[in-house]
């Protein structure tokens, strides 16, 4: 993640609940995620990307786990550590800065490793997608929330443009009747980004399933967000040695 983004979400953290995490759309992506992840009790999950903690407590909330909370943005992890304190849950979740493009955990570290809207900001998104597999345990299973419209290509390309303009009608209008003027703001901010392509970017989930295959996942799953065409939820398994 580059660090004009980095310092957007710092900026937007008091926000962004209510701005995104309150909205009809996001939530029903959060619990797609969960449910398509098939969490156990016992089971350790990563959450890459957690922002203020929104995935962690549905995945708290749905099993018995344990979870490991990453992000880049430390006004982000403020928010999420405070809510993790408040709700008496912090002897079952670890916080830890860092850049999800690292990921420097062990090999088979993990049952399930989540993230919602945010590995598009990743301008590589292969070798992280490798690390997701390595670190999980066999049969352990990567689940994947995010925005299925692909904003890669030339700038110049006049129907990539209108494709991204079909994208971010909707969800400009959505962001200003959930959210409000301020929510239209920022993610009338955002979409500048995906439209010039500076060095983040969306894709669709048919290649988001093949940086999947690329990694070694099979059983490879999408699904749907019911209030949202142009969102999905992705679950892959890392199948177990014969």
Request: hydrophobic share 40%; proline share 2%.
């Amino acid at each position: 993640m580059n660090e004009t983004t980095q310092k957007w979400f710092n900026e937007w953290a008091n926000e962004y609940d209510r701005m995104l995490g309150d909205q009809k759309r996001h939530r029903e992506m959060l619990d797609l995620a969960v449910q398509m992840s098939r969490a156990k009790d016992g089971e350790h999950v990563l959450d890459i990307g957690c922002g203020t903690g929104l995935l962690s407590l549905k995945f708290l909330q749905a099993a018995n786990c344990m979870v490991t909370c990453i992000d880049l943005a430390e006004d982000m992890l403020k928010i999420c550590k405070n809510r993790i304190e408040e709700l008496n849950l912090a002897s079952r979740v670890t916080i830890k800065h860092g850049d999800i493009a690292d990921l420097e955990f062990e090999d088979s570290a993990f049952d399930i490793v989540a993230s919602t809207v945010t590995l598009h900001h990743l301008k590589d998104k292969q070798p992280t997608i490798n690390k997701i597999y390595r670190i999980l345990k066999p049969k352990g299973r990567f689940v994947l929330g995010d925005l299925d419209v692909d904003t890669s290509g030339d700038l110049k390309d006049v129907e990539r443009l209108r494709h991204i303009l079909d994208f971010l009608k909707d969800e400009l209008s959505s962001a200003l009747e959930e959210g409000g003027v301020d929510a239209f703001i920022r993610m009338y901010d955002n979409g500048k980004k995906h439209i010039l392509n500076n060095g983040e970017y969306c894709i669709s989930f048919k290649m988001w399933s093949q940086l999947c295959e690329n990694a070694g996942f099979e059983h490879i799953n999408i699904a749907p967000v019911d209030s949202s065409n142009w969102r999905k939820v992705l679950c892959a398994e890392k199948l177990a040695p014969l």
